[in-house]
């Protein structure tokens, strides 16, 4: 090989190894972009959901503390008036009966926004009284089960409002007279499942047209880095599993 050969393929290499050193910083820019970009991401909607969910507190605060207790004390007076109009008693006890019904309806409406049993008793206990509710007051049979070790504070609340949408979603469109919730934990991953035995639906036009109801799902599971998976059709009821890890070490991902 003469030396104008040599300097070509001294240069050809050079070349090579300019590129791929280019190559590889381009690459790892991207990367670090896409890793920085999906923080900012999840930071961005923990921001938004924990601004959401403390005006939910506070207006389930001033619903239950301010409203009832002035409903409570309009109920009182009626009833001291009512002993010095006895005539007109019946009328009294209808107002009074109506304010009892407001009375119920707030404290559910109250409950709904941020129920207290959450902060004060866990996630258990809250899924319970839920379950119970949701069931009695849509006619549904919900079968509950539990087996968990305490989450914290962020967590609970993300897998209580994930519930609570597609327990919502169930009594609004599946016309299900059964429904089977459970949350476990297997190994370092939390199973939160929820089954019905309603009418189904076609998948891919449900996701292509999901409401905030399905987008904000998807937002908590993405934030608590889970996976949800979906299995359901036209007649066979609907199958939700959400898979957390446990201790937040997995990346999220989505599977229809």
Do not use: C, W
Not at 16 to 36: A, D, E, G, P, S
Not at 76 to 96: S, T
């Amino acid at each position: 090989m003469d030396t104008n050969e040599t300097k070509v393929h001294i240069a050809l290499i050079a070349g090579l190894f300019v590129l791929l050193v280019l190559l590889t910083f381009f690459i790892i820019t991207i990367t670090r972009y896409q890793r920085k970009k999906r923080s900012l991401l999840e930071q961005n909607l923990r921001n938004d959901f924990y601004i959401l969910d403390k005006e939910r507190e506070r207006i389930s605060y001033d619903l239950h503390d301010d409203l009832g207790s002035s409903l409570s004390v309009i109920k009182l007076r009626l009833q001291m008036l009512a002993k010095n109009l006895k005539g007109n008693a019946p009328a009294i006890q209808e107002l009074e009966k109506i304010i009892d019904d407001l009375m119920i309806k707030i404290k559910r409406i109250s409950q709904n926004l941020m129920p207290r049993i959450l902060q004060r008793q866990g996630l258990d206990a809250a899924l319970k009284e839920f379950a119970e509710i949701a069931g009695e007051s849509a006619g549904i049979k919900i079968h509950y089960g539990y087996s968990i070790d305490a989450p914290d504070q962020e967590m609970s609340l993300h897998i209580y409002r994930i519930v609570q949408e597609l327990i919502n979603n169930i009594v609004k469109h599946s016309k299900a007279t059964r429904v089977s919730l459970t949350v476990v934990e297997i190994g370092n991953q939390i199973e939160l499942s929820i089954t019905d035995n309603g009418v189904g639906f076609d998948k891919r036009k449900v996701l292509n047209k999901a409401g905030m109801g399905l987008h904000n799902i998807a937002a908590r599971t993405d934030i608590l880095k889970g996976t949800l998976f979906l299995t359901t059709a036209p007649g066979e009821g609907a199958d939700y599993l959400i898979e957390i890890p446990a201790y937040g070490k997995n990346k999220s991902r989505h599977r229809g």
